[in-house]
């Protein structure tokens, strides 16, 4: 016979009570997914989640993975989404991915089970200070109250919702809840079948609008300013491309759309992207020549170090930020208006006030076609002519060879620049994700299964051999979830973008303390996790292999071994052709 947890008696149906109607009402307001690591003091929490009709529960085995699984999951779906840790150090392995989601403005719900109170402080096991366990990196922390038999499921639900609105509320980020079980954890066989269904309405995820008078007094603004410039940084919302062409169309001005923001892919309003602004920027003549008058920034502070020199060049031009959280999102500070306001509402409330032809300049826009087309030319000359197997070419391999239908999710350091200037834009949408909040190389795979997982579709991960290393063990979520996985491993044997930074003229250190090879043979890990590796020799073979890898179920990992020195040197020559190509007839 199965006990109703809401007649429950006992301490440990008492608990599991308690969980239930917490996770029913994460269940009401949107959360689909969450991730459980073992362990026994997170008992309640771990069979409330695991027996609820409407969560796909996932265990997990090391916490730091499933907290990038997790984040990955919210960040392609943008629900909320939870893991569940014991007490301890267990819970403190959270901290990286939950730094990543509050800079990436993800929803992630940290759910960390306490020794209860009058064990801690006491040479308890596993109990160590968890109040504010993660500081300024969550938007809200609470202890919970422990579970007793007094209005435990009014409590629990509203503590629940109220974490929820917190999460979800622009900017979203995460949210860590610290529940202090005590024992005894586990409740009477046959107790744990089903825990109350979700009652109440799910919470809705407000759109912050525009005022009208100010909506006004920027379409005015902008007809006035013909050299307009639109700038995407990363962003998670699909929902921004259709708004921001419209705008840009009505407008008049070109977008520099990073390859993560969700606008540089699809089959409309492509003559109005600008994708190799990287590349093109580095020219003096260029990004001198090229002065706006206002720009519009929507998503995460662009990648390019060039863009960045750019907008920082022209501080003088009006420059606007877009961000529902308000904030900047400007290091430089050249920024002087921030506007709290939802993007796709934001590009709407601007078009009902652009119903006159704005004063564009239809050279201006032309000109950044113009010395992009030539960029882009000389670039895919070069990429062709480099038969040796070298990382530029690989995302122009990429845009190719991949289908709609995947998730393609980029590593830091030097895969994500190379995303930026050498995947050009295409007709094919294709959803692009990364970590970009804080930058870091750490739990890149975990969050690429994650994301993958979390929406059902194959996923294709760029990332290099450091930060392949550093989350080697995210790869057994793919095991066991069978997730469908192609990782595009670029293996320099080191941190290859410190030959692009000062620390490489210092040649008696560098190589020891910058670039740090391993000489690691990924195979027998890879093949230990239940993956096929393959390491082709030919840009023919590596096609080969990246289209079979898409046919194929379950991971697969793709190793293109490179030479670092080589890898710098081959940029270079990109950068000094198309700003010797640009020199020549610059088109103002």
Not at 48 to 73: K, M
Not at 236 to 262: F, H, K, M, N, T
Not at 470 to 490: E, S
Not at 543 to 571: C, K, Q, Y
Request: charge should be negative; glycine fraction near 8%.
């Amino acid at each position: 016979m199965t006990a109703d947890p809401r007649q429950a008696t006992g301490p440990a149906l008492v608990s599991l009570a308690y969980a239930g109607a917490f996770v029913d009402q994460l269940v009401a307001g949107g959360m689909r997914l969450a991730c459980i690591c073992p362990g026994s003091r997170s008992t309640p929490l771990a069979l409330a989640i695991a027996a609820h009709p409407e969560v796909r529960s996932i265990p997990l085995v090391d916490e730091r993975s499933a907290a990038f699984f997790a984040l990955g999951a919210a960040k392609a779906t943008g629900r909320p989404t939870a893991v569940v840790s014991t007490s301890g150090t267990a819970a403190a392995n959270f901290y990286p991915a939950i730094v990543e989601g509050l800079h990436s403005h993800t929803p992630l719900l940290a759910l960390t089970a306490d020794r209860p109170h009058e064990l801690r402080g006491a040479g308890a096991l596993q109990a160590i200070d968890q109040i504010k366990l993660y500081g300024s990196q969550v938007k809200g922390f609470v202890e919970m109250a422990p579970p007793d038999e007094v209005n435990r499921e009014r409590y629990a639900r509203d503590v629940a919702r109220q974490g929820l609105e917190l999460a979800l509320r622009a900017p979203a980020g995460p949210v860590h809840f610290n529940f202090p079980f005590a024992e005894p954890l586990v409740p009477p066989a046959g107790s744990t079948s089903r825990v109350e269904e979700a009652r109440g309405r799910p919470l809705p995820v407000r759109a912050l609008e525009l005022p009208d008078s100010e909506a006004s007094e920027l379409a005015a603004a902008i007809r006035k300013a013909p050299r307009g410039l639109i700038v995407c940084g990363a962003q998670e919302d699909p929902g921004l491309r259709e708004s921001v062409l419209q705008l840009a169309q009505a407008a008049g001005y070109p977008i520099l759309a990073d390859p993560l923001s969700q606008v540089r892919f699809g089959p409309s309003g492509n003559a109005l992207i600008v994708d190799s602004y990287d590349l093109i920027l580095r020219s003096e003549m260029v990004s001198a020549g090229l002065r706006p008058d206002l720009v519009l920034r929507f998503g995460l502070t662009p990648t390019s170090k060039p863009l960045l020199t750019y907008l920082e060049r022209h501080a003088d031009a009006r420059q606007i930020t877009v961000n529902p959280g308000g904030s900047a999102n400007d290091p430089l500070r050249v920024t002087r208006e921030t506007m709290a306001v939802d993007p796709p509402s934001f590009c709407r409330s601007l078009l009902r006030h652009l119903d006159g032809r704005p004063a564009a300049d239809a050279g201006w826009l032309e000109s950044w076609r113009s010395v992009s087309s030539r960029c882009r030319l000389v670039v895919d000359a070069h990429l062709a002519a480099m038969t040796e197997l070298c990382e530029p070419r690989v995302f122009a391999e990429l845009r190719e060879a991949l289908a709609e239908d995947v998730l393609l999710f980029v590593g830091n350091s030097m895969p994500v620049r190379d995303c930026d200037a050498f995947f050009a834009v295409r007709e094919p949408s294709l959803r692009s994700l990364g970590n970009r909040g804080v930058n870091g190389i750490d739990g890149v795979v975990s969050t690429a299964l994650g994301a993958g997982a979390a929406v059902d579709r194959r996923v294709v991960l760029v990332i290099g051999d450091l930060s392949f290393y550093h989350d080697l063990n995210g790869l057994l979520a793919a095991k066991l979830q069978a997730i469908d996985a192609t990782v595009v491993l670029l293996n320099n044997d080191g941190g290859g973008i410190f030959h692009f930074l000062p620390q490489a003229e210092h040649e008696s250190v560098f190589e020891r303390y910058f670039a740090t090879p391993t000489g690691l043979d990924f195979a027998p890990a890879v093949e230990m996790y239940g993956g096929v590796f393959r390491r082709p020799q030919t840009w023919p073979q590596v096609r080969a292999e990246i289209d079979e890898s898409l046919r194929r179920p379950g991971l697969t990992v793709v190793e293109i071994r490179t030479d670092r020195e080589r890898n710098a040197a081959l940029h270079r020559q990109i950068w000094s052709a198309v700003t010797e190509a640009l020199s020549a007839g610059l088109p103002f």
